[in-house]
């Protein structure tokens, strides 16, 4: 089913199809038939934490979700008996005799709003959470070009950009355009140069008035801020890469050095080092078993990809790869937590 829902041209029927997958794990869970689908627990993940923030044309949404949602989340799951851990304790939990299920935490970018409110939420429920950072972000170096793609959207009625056959007008004055346009840059940002498609998108932007690395710099943290909230406990940092760019698309030596200057760029900038890499885009045009070993010639113990599923016994034996179940700004029911948390979806809905 899951093929058939990224084939379909109608945002609307995929959404139908994905609420209805989840409504339904919801009622199975409820009648207690999850059984060993649920594994041994989850890494859950998200981007923004924050206050709806409205704007006329937001494809982003599906990255953020309000501080309300993840405090009733953590509600639910430590009333369905959840234990929070670290991620850098996953190992020792599945080589563990442990039967209660665990649940980990994972922000991806370094958004500044992990730290003004996601932080609280996790502090007020104990939960450790790891907060993946791209060093190009936090220097002010790299763009976030999905952010910047929507402000330029929201901003003119029609751009210029080159698909390899030379400029050409992109409409963007009505909803539909702009959803057609975000589409069509975004499949070409994830299949052609990235490199060289980001840096069109970006002078498009600043012909527009648009600044991508202000942006940027409004969104994430600075290494104060890193550092600063790196003394809280709960807290821990992993590395997501220098430029945030597909590796299994880059040379083997250009993804070498994503992958290992951004783990040494997690201890320059936070003073604590990097328990586990996350792998920018994390589906499987962007992450190959190339990058798989890289991180095991690194010595970095775990990976993480956005393969949704849960955490089972088996995957001790190579943990590159870990599934994560995104907390989706789309989806914002406790009831779908419990369904996600179940495993069901990833069976129903394969």
């Known amino acids: 089913m899951l093929g058939l829902i990224k084939n379909l041209a109608s945002p609307i029927v995929k959404r139908t199809i994905i609420t209805t997958g989840l ?13 060993s689908m649920r594994g041994r627990g989850a890494i859950f993940t998200l981007h923004h934490v924050r206050k709806p923030f409205q ?48 649940a980990c935490f994972t922000l991806d970018d370094g958004n500044r709003n992990n730290r003004t409110d996601a932080a609280p939420v996790f502090d007020r429920h104990g939960a450790p959470f790891t907060i993946f950072i791209t060093r190009g972000f936090i220097d002010g170096t790299s763009s976030l070009w999905w952010e910047t793609l929507e402000a330029l959207l929201n901003k003119t009625p029609a751009i210029d950009f080159d698909f390899g056959l030379g400029p050409e007008p992109v409409p963007a004055a009505t909803p539909d355009q702009k959803r057609a346009a975000f589409k069509r840059i975004t499949d070409f940002i994830s299949t052609a140069d990235e490199s060289h ?47 945030h760019r597909g590796l299994a698309r880059l040379a083997e030596s250009e993804a070498r050095k994503e992958i290992s200057q951004s783990v040494d760029a997690v201890l320059t900038m936070t003073g604590k080092p990097a328990n586990a890499f996350a792998y920018t885009y994390g589906d499987a045009r962007s992450v190959s078993p190339r990058e798989r070993q890289i991180l095991r010639e690194l010595g970095m113990a775990i990976g993480v990809t956005t393969r949704p599923g849960v955490i089972t016994s088996d995957m001790l034996a190579d943990m590159t790869a870990l599934p994560r179940i995104s907390f989706n700004g789309l989806y914002q029911k406790t009831r779908y937590v419990r369904a996600l948390a179940s495993g069901i979806p990833f069976k129903v809905m394969r």
């Open 55 to 102: 704007r006329p044309f937001h494809p982003n949404d599906i990255l953020e979700v309000t501080p309300e949602f993840l405090d009733r989340a953590l509600g639910t799951l430590k009333a369905g008996g959840y234990d929070f851990i670290r991620l850098e304790e996953v190992p020792e939990r599945l080589r563990s005799s442990a039967t209660q299920p665990f």
């Open 197 to 243: 498609a980001v840096e069109q998108l970006d002078a498009e932007a600043r012909r527009h008035g648009i600044d991508p690395l202000a942006i940027a710099r409004d969104l994430t943290m600075r290494e104060n801020e890193l550092r600063a909230l790196g003394v809280n406990p709960l807290v821990s940092y992993g590395a997501h890469t220098v430029t």
């Open 23 to 35: 409504e339904v794990s919801a009622v199975l869970d409820s009648l207690g038939l999850s059984g």
